[in-house]
């Protein structure tokens, strides 16, 4: 069973604009969020996270949102560049411990 | 910040081979490791979490005796796949972290079984 969703496998944005990057979970019990950012054959770039006792966190262009009761989180890219264009993945854990993946969402910024 | 090395990047064995993948913490003691395995248009998908100086915990549908792994020391985990089969070709991604760094990730291991 997907503990976390990412329900748009694909984004596309114009270079400048914002992308948005949308996640779902299931499971209240999660208190530590993170985003990922993966290119082809290598490992995820850790981008940023965000605990429970937060609903954003910031940091340079990256800003995720924590919305709790709609167990909903999400990444915003301000502004979107072309090196931004990779698969960004969501992920959710118990204090830090097993994370739980979601299936990723490939971003294409277009110059 | 904290830095995991995962060795090596990319390895192709033929089929009952063994292949060994390492994972170390360069800058900080890992109390606990995990293994990660990623298939084709799916998210990564938890193998086993390592404690050091104990068995590691296998999630279920993981064959122990193939995906065998061993976490001797606090900045070393490894993960050795066992009589490789074309089925085991897939993306391995290990994890680490200590009372005080959440999770750092390695770069991940392609392998390939020919």
């Known amino acids: 069973d997907q503990q976390v969703k990412q329900n748009s496998p694909s984004l596309s944005v114009q270079e400048g604009r914002i992308s948005i990057l949308n996640c779902d979970y299931t499971?209240?019990?999660?208190?530590?969020f993170l985003w990922y950012k993966k290119y082809p054959a290598e490992g995820p770039t850790f981008l940023i996270s965000?605990?429970?006792?937060?609903d954003k966190n910031e940091d340079g262009r990256f800003t995720v949102f924590l919305n709790k009761s709609a167990k909903h989180l999400s990444l915003h890219i301000v502004p979107s560049q072309p090196g931004d264009s990779a698969v960004y993945f969501c992920?959710?854990?118990?204090?830090?411990?097993?994370?739980?993946f979601g299936t990723g969402t490939s971003l294409t910024v277009i110059p | 910040g904290a830095v995991v090395s995962q060795h090596p990047s990319r390895v192709i064995c033929k089929s009952g081979t063994s292949v060994k993948i390492e994972c170390r913490s360069l800058?900080?003691?890992?109390?606990?490791m995990f293994w990660y395995r990623q298939f084709p248009k799916q998210s990564l998908m938890l193998m086993a979490t390592?404690?050091?100086?104990?068995?590691?915990?296998?999630e279920q549908g993981v064959e122990k005796d193939k995906f065998l792994i061993n976490h001797a020391s606090l900045t070393l985990s490894t993960l050795t796949v066992t009589s490789a089969h074309p089925e085991d070709s897939s993306f391995y991604i290990c994890?680490?972290?200590?009372?005080?760094?959440?999770?750092?990730f390695g770069q991940g291991t392609r392998l390939t079984v020919v």
């Open positions: 390592s404690n050091e100086g104990s068995k590691a915990t296998y």
């Open positions: 992920a959710a854990s118990f204090t830090g411990n097993q994370f739980y």
């Open positions: 499971n209240s019990m999660f208190d530590y």
């Open positions: 994890s680490a972290r200590s009372q005080t760094v959440k999770a750092f």
């Open positions: 965000i605990s429970s006792i937060k």
């Open positions: 800058d900080f003691q890992a109390t606990t």
